[in-house]
């Protein structure tokens, strides 16, 4: 069946600090979402990207999804301490199906 | 305010217990799903229904029961055939968005601990 790995599974930046959290899928997606879970909470979606190539930016995060549609990165410039949580990259094989979730990137920030 | 209700918060249950979580959406969106969530790890989608009175099992369905028969309605029950309950239990619903890629809208989470 489909997986999704993310790397790095733990992730320590220094504040002001930039870094680069990758997702990998055994298969081509049609899709991929990237949700963030502070800690003690729930998912909450921040992005998708669906294009081969596309590339979305909301201020300090940068989202990009591989050409061949198999792969995603999220870089996160000049880290603040909001930015604390786990990154989950998920994404489905034919759109409106089950969504595959990776096992996230844990980020810690040092002030 | 819309959003998804997940109830309760914090559970304890001897082991041989059945228990049922609630989850309730007032978003109108047709899909509702049941994740599990271990300590550090990702999300596993346990149960899905994509329309009431239908459902569809996921990844790790095995000791898990649901019933959809209102469309605001998801409830998960962990019965005691769940060789190891003790998790955070997620629920979300979805709407379509123009791609045809379904977003996730989550609870705020059942934290399950088999005493």
């Known amino acids: 069946g489909q997986q999704v790995m993310q790397i790095p599974q733990y992730q320590h930046v220094q504040e002001g600090e930039d870094f680069t959290t990758y997702c990998n899928s055994s298969?081509?997606?049609?899709?991929i979402q990237w949700y963030k879970q502070r800690p003690g909470g729930h998912p909450v979606f921040l992005i998708q990207l669906v294009k081969s190539g596309e590339v979305k930016k909301q201020k300090r995060l940068t989202f990009q999804f591989g050409e061949a549609k198999k792969n995603s990165s999220l870089h996160i410039t000049a880290t603040q301490t909001t930015d604390v949580g786990t990154y989950f990259c998920a994404g489905d094989e034919a759109a409106g199906n089950k969504l595959t979730f990776g096992g996230g990137t844990r980020v810690l920030v040092k002030p | 305010d819309g959003g998804i209700t997940q109830s309760p918060k914090y559970l304890f249950r001897k082991e041989g217990q059945n228990v049922t979580l609630s989850c309730e959406q007032n978003?109108?969106?047709?899909?509702m799903y049941w994740y599990r969530q271990d300590p550090g790890q990702g999300l596993r989608l346990i149960y899905y229904s994509q329309i009431v009175n239908d459902f569809q099992k996921g990844d790790i369905a095995e000791g898990y029961s649901v019933s959809r028969e209102k469309k605001e309605s998801f409830p998960l029950t962990v019965t005691s055939a769940q060789k190891n309950p003790t998790a955070f239990y997620l629920c979300?619903?979805?709407?379509?968005?123009?791609?045809?890629?379904?977003?996730?809208?989550f609870g705020a989470g059942s934290r399950l601990t088999v005493l």
């Open positions: 298969t081509t997606l049609s899709n």
């Open positions: 978003l109108n969106h047709d899909a």
């Open positions: 979300a619903s979805s709407i379509e968005l123009g791609s045809g890629a379904n977003v996730l809208t």
